[in-house]
């Protein structure tokens, strides 16, 4: 039986790094942005810039990769994460709002080049393989769910400095940690794994046959619309938890959903081995259609906290799956699809960042939960009549 490659968990490493400063840019942004802000409606701005910057540079990325190689863009975004821990320490000490959108800006593009890491760890690999490499890499998530709470309540206020300002250094902290880490990756990887080299193109593009276009759209859907969903009734939830119950009470229910989002990880290679990528994906829908179903039949908040968890394993799902179907393409146009995998995964994020406060005050608590099942259910059926329409074009080709 095959292992990975010990230059995995690098990556894996890497991928906790890059969610620990997105919890950390979660827990301090809007509460630093409401503080510096010339108008209290100005304070999601910095956050906002930093989806922004994600959302724009990701195809930017992709093509620097495909030119100049991984390690070259990775490295690149470990400057821009440490560039943004100092701008923001600046911020603060120094009162800018305007170096805070610029913190959060860089952070975005930080975090638009290690999106790519679970995509690096498929390089070169056997088929075989690709699971159970995607699905480490974002197992890191689990050490940004227990490391980062412990960092911002140790970090929130150190001497005489004003509160939160050492949060942003510690970004600036752990990309020198990342350098070292992906250099580690970079050194380890070069002599196993397939190169990612224009001076080198590989001869074999993508055939676009029916069988790839179904692979790649129900990949894309997996990733962007599963972190829409699950970004959107996440934040959703929390904003009812903190209305009907205390902060603390509220924190602790996110938290057991964070977890819930990373722990399958280590089970969904052997599930997709079992029974493949696109029912994991399908799977994972029906579990955030029950995540949304338990709060319209139960009003307990007990049953929240159990909708969170379950929400977190069906994004696990979707994404995992989603993840290692594109990460299974393996041609020179590979990175190119990545990129637009990842665009979509930072635009429909995005919206399930910004839309939540306005759904829920327009539909009500309960509503939100039906329209997020009812899209749930609806993804599941389109995925199903793309299998349908991609393998009758199949057999109409042969």
């Not at 910095?46 to 989806?51: E, H, K, M, N, V």
């Not at 709470?149 to 902290?173: R, V």
Request: proline share 3%; aromatic share 14%; charged share 10%.
């Amino acid at each position: 039986m095959r292992t990975l490659p010990n230059y995995i968990y690098f990556l894996l490493i890497g991928q906790g790094i890059n969610l620990i400063t997105a919890v950390l840019s979660v827990t301090v942004a809007a509460i630093v942005g409401l503080s510096l802000a010339p108008e209290s409606s100005y304070a999601t701005i910095p956050y906002g810039l930093q989806f922004f910057a994600i959302l724009i540079s990701t195809i930017i990325f992709s093509n620097l990769m495909k030119k100049f190689g991984r390690y070259f863009v990775f490295i690149i975004g470990i400057f821009f994460l440490f560039a943004s821990g100092i701008s923001g320490f600046l911020a603060i000490t120094q009162s800018q709002f305007v170096l805070l959108c610029l913190s959060h800006f860089l952070l975005g593009l930080f975090i638009s080049t290690a999106n790519f890491y679970r995509f690096a760890a498929t390089d070169g690999l056997a088929s075989e393989l690709i699971p159970k490499a995607t699905s480490m890499v974002i197992s890191g998530g689990v050490i940004a769910a227990i490391i980062a709470p412990l960092l911002a309540i140790k970090f929130e206020k150190i001497g005489q400095y004003p509160h939160y300002s050492f949060i942003y250094l510690i970004l600036s902290a752990l990309s020198i940690i990342l350098f070292f880490v992906i250099y580690l990756w970079h050194k380890s990887s070069s002599q196993n794994r397939l190169q990612v080299d224009t001076e080198k193109p590989k001869s074999v593009s993508i055939s676009y046959t029916p069988e790839t276009r179904k692979i790649i759209l129900i990949g894309i859907i997996g990733g962007a619309l599963g972190y829409y969903l699950m970004n959107l009734m996440m934040i959703v939830s929390s904003l009812h938890l903190k209305v009907n119950h205390s902060f603390h009470y509220a924190s602790f229910a996110i938290q057991l959903h964070v977890l819930a989002m990373f722990l399958p990880s280590f089970i969904v290679p052997k599930l997709i081995k079992h029974i493949g990528s696109v029912r994991i994906i399908t799977l994972g829908f029906l579990l955030i259609s029950l995540s949304s179903l338990l709060p319209i039949i139960f009003d307990r908040s007990v049953f929240i906290n159990i909708s969170l968890i379950i929400l977190g394993i069906g994004w696990n799902f979707a994404y995992s799956g989603g993840s290692t179907l594109i990460g299974s393409l393996q041609s020179e146009d590979r990175i190119k699809i990545q990129g637009l995998s990842e665009t979509a995964v930072a635009f429909f994020a995005t919206l399930g960042a910004f839309l939540p406060a306005p759904i829920l005050n327009h539909f009500g608590w309960i509503n939100t939960n039906l329209i997020s099942m009812i899209m749930s259910l609806s993804i599941v059926i389109i995925i199903f009549l793309l299998i349908y329409y991609y393998e009758r074009r199949n057999h109409e080709i042969h």
